[in-house]
């Protein structure tokens, strides 16, 4: 066992659950590990009061009970103790997108990733479940089989062109509140500056007159600051004209939802990561069939995918309630 997790992990499967069903958290773990001089058969205790420099406990001296370790692992479990923390570097994280999202069907813990040699020299990517807990005996998945079958599955999302009015309405309501908001944002920029403005003349008008003298030095400085603080709300105000045609996002943005593994595809790693916690805010799993199991997916997505699109799926057109001649007389 390499870190204090590796214990807190050991007990918890060795040792039975506390009364309350609580299992063993890692500074119970890291408190055993410390109290090792006990189990060697030994008294430590070094102690200093606060209050009274003259009481002051230094005792190391063998114990009469009996030991259950050895002092030598006493020793060893002391230095691993006082050791610096291993740092294990994510070289490859920029190689495996789904590490964040990707879950384990045995035991929906977080899965890592890293990289095998084969026999003929050549790296292969897995995705690979570690925990101690997963009763699942095959550990590893595939880097392209997992992530193959993940664009496949994005795929089976995307909305097709007798739903892409539906993004087109959504998206022109929110392009219609974001230009509303930008059009207040400008005002209130505009206010903004003009008082900034405003306070810069003033300033300068108490800069000619001899009774500032004496906080000449201060005055100059809030001058400048202002004249800073302007100059930044300008350069808002420019960005806001320059961003105020939003229409033209629209056929990208439908674009987008009508194939989103081309999308995803032509994004960088870190944006892929971001897409991938819009779209799956739990996660994916992969089962040993090698198929992802079915993710909680964001609206719309969860609500217009093609699964539900199939007609046995859908609701009749007269609701949920049943007509008035099938009930009870």
Known sequence: METIADVQKYLALKLPTKKNNDTYRNKQAKRILEQSALYAGLIIYKKQDKRLSEKNWNINAEGKHKPIISVETHQKIQLKLKSPKKQYKTKYKEEFPLSGILKCNGCNKNMTYNFSTSKSGKKIGYYRCLSYECSYKKKNINKILVESEFLEYLKSISFENNYAFIIEDVTKSILKEKNEKIKFDKIRLNNKINQTQESIINLIDKLSLEKYKHIHDDIALLLYEKKKEKLELEINLENLNKDNDLDKYLPQIVNIFRDLSLHWS????????????????????????????????????????????EEGNLVELRGLEPLTSTLPV
């Open 266 to 309: 032509s994004l960088n790693k870190k944006s892929q990561r971001s897409f991938n916690n819009l779209i799956f805010p739990q996660g994916i799993s992969f089962t040993l069939e090698e198929k992802i199991t079915t993710p909680l997916i964001s609206k719309p997505f969860n609500v217009y995918s093609k699964d539900i699109k």
